[in-house]
């Protein structure tokens, strides 16, 4: 008996010296830190580079809890958010928000505009965004937001909210609850493709507010409506051939305008209607094969068009030979390099050279009539 209260006692006292010491490391930790990044005024040496890089593991570790708090809690489910659309496929990426990178090594502590702001993370409040990625789908949006989200004063959604098409009808305040928070001066941004092709969403959006900047990548109509029949036959394989689905009728050469994959690259006729709402140059037109030759280059339109410091250069990205694609050589948010999932750059069936052909007349006008009305001229039909 007695025996068996001194082993309580015991463990008792033994629990409480564990915590104890846990806690004094805690501080020692804390203290060492704070000393080293003290005596690094300016120039970062190598002590202070090891302080920060502790640092950041840790608030790695807390962010990622944070961030799964933020994104996979009962209230973005309960609003049937993380649903996914029927016709998009599980993209990994498309389910976690990251928040921006580093509080200690980058923006905070290098712009002006967060000198002194050294806030603990979750600070900051949820807004509408100022930006929105409105399409084009297959354009290469997801890659032009993975990328716009390594810059420190740009925070964003990972998944695509739909609010301006699916969900308008829950409102702008579950529309600003999906948002990540933001610190004065950051720009809080979504991409929905699919905006682009609603016909309410330009009067929506303007409604929100008359400000908000537009961005479009735009791709080659033809490789687009390729790259959307792609995604639908990798999840249903018995859909008919592109050929046939290209046509009306195939003998007189008809090409069927309803057909989404065709629909959608009808750029100008879209444009017209964002046009009603929103001045030209409200709206940004980013090229998808650029982004894909020269990531860097449209990057530094798109940071111009935001009015935000051209921070993602050439430096950020490298060419991945595997995967046929440029890539960050550090996430947002880590420090490992980054390349996008298996469902961005699929390998495209081969289709009827005379269909292409054929495709590439039907949208040469339609494409002709979109260079003059951006300004720009895409090279879709040299
Ligand atoms: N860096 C990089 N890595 C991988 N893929 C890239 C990249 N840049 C652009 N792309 C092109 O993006 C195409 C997918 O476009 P989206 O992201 O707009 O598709 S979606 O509408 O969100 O489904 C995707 O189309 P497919 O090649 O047909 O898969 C890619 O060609």
Request: with cysteine.
């Amino acid at each position: 008996m007695a025996f068996s209260r001194i082993r309580k006692l015991d463990s008792a006292s033994r629990g409480m010296s564990r915590t104890a010491a846990v806690m004094l490391c805690s501080c020692l930790t804390s203290l060492f830190l704070l000393h080293c990044l003290r005596i690094s005024s300016s120039s970062p040496t190598p002590l202070r580079a090891r302080a920060v890089g502790l640092l950041e593991n840790l608030r790695s570790l807390r962010t990622r809890r944070l961030v799964q708090e933020w994104t996979l809690g009962s209230q973005l489910e309960r609003y049937g958010y993380a649903r996914r659309p029927r016709d998009e496929a599980p993209q990994p990426e498309e389910t976690l928000i990251l928040p921006p990178l580093d509080l200690v090594t980058s923006g905070r502590v290098s712009s002006p505009r967060f000198a002194g702001k050294l806030s603990p993370l979750g600070e900051g409040s949820k807004k509408l965004p100022q930006a929105l990625i409105i399409g084009v789908k297959k354009g290469g949006t997801r890659a032009l937001l993975e990328f716009l989200r390594v810059h420190p004063d740009i925070r964003a959604v990972g998944a695509e909210p739909h609010f301006f098409d699916r969900n308008y009808d829950n409102g702008l305040e579950w529309y600003r609850e999906l948002m990540p928070k933001t610190l004065e001066g950051q720009i809080t941004m979504e991409k929905t493709p699919s905006y682009f092709v609603t016909r309410e969403a330009p009067a929506r959006i303007s409604a929100m507010s008359r400000d908000t900047k537009l961005i479009v990548v735009v791709r080659d109509p033809v490789t687009r409506a390729i790259s959307d029949y792609t995604q639908t036959l990798s999840k249903k394989p018995d859909i008919p051939s592109f050929e046939s689905l290209t046509f009306k009728n195939r003998t007189t050469g008809l090409i069927d305008t309803s057909w989404s994959a065709i629909q959608i690259g009808i750029y100008a006729k879209h444009l017209d209607n964002w046009l009603q709402y929103f001045p030209m140059g409200q709206i940004l037109f980013v090229s998808g094969e650029r982004l894909i030759s020269d990531p860097a280059g449209e990057l530094g339109r798109v940071q111009d068009f935001l009015g935000l410091k051209r921070i993602i250069t050439d430096k950020h990205f490298y060419f991945n030979q595997t995967k046929g694609f440029p890539c960050l050589k550090k996430a947002e948010g880590s420090s490992k390099p980054h390349c996008l999932g298996k469902t961005k750059g699929r390998t495209h069936p081969n289709i009827d050279p005379e269909v292409v052909q054929r495709l590439r007349d039907f949208y040469r006008p339609f494409n002709l009539k979109f260079y003059q009305m951006t300004g720009r001229f895409f090279g879709w039909d040299e």
